[in-house]
Nanobody
Framework: QVQLVESGGGLVQAGGSLRLSCVAS????????MGWFRQAPGKERQFVAG????????HYANSVKGRFTISRDNAKNTVYLQMNSLKPEDTAVYFC????????????????WGQGTQVTVSS
């Protein structure tokens, strides 16, 4: 059974940092692109960051560029999202996802999803 399991969410003050992790199991994802999305209450799920299978290419939503960093460790089947300078508007459930190709910012480009982890940023 293929699973993506996120962890690392929590409550943090504005200006603080969190690091999210996403561990894949059931098969290797070392040949897949990976991404992070987020969904705030009452809003649609939106793209946050993506990374190629090798980790050599990354792309970000404009709203997080310069503050968030996506990385991966294929030996551990794990992808990370380092979030710095957090703002209240970053509050959302964060999801990791796997895609057959790199570069998509749309949910339909991803075929495996985790259950999400809550990030709450207080002002």
């Amino acid at each position: 059974q293929v699973q993506l399991v996120e962890s690392g969410g929590g409550l943090v003050q504005a200006g603080g940092s969190l690091r999210l992790s996403c561990v894949a199991s059931g098969r290797t994802f070392s040949n897949d692109a990976m991404g992070w999305f987020r969904q705030a209450p009452g809003k649609e799920r939106q793209f946050v960051a993506g990374i190629s299978w090798s980790g050599g290419s990354t792309h970000y939503a404009n709203s997080v560029k310069g503050r968030f960093t996506i990385s991966r460790d294929n030996a551990k089947n794990t992808v990370y999202l380092q979030m710095n300078s957090l703002k209240p508007e970053d509050t959302a459930v964060y999801f990791c996802a796997a895609a057959p190709t790199y570069g998509s910012v749309w949910q339909r480009g991803y075929n495996y999803w985790g259950q999400g982890t809550q990030v709450t940023v207080s002002s």
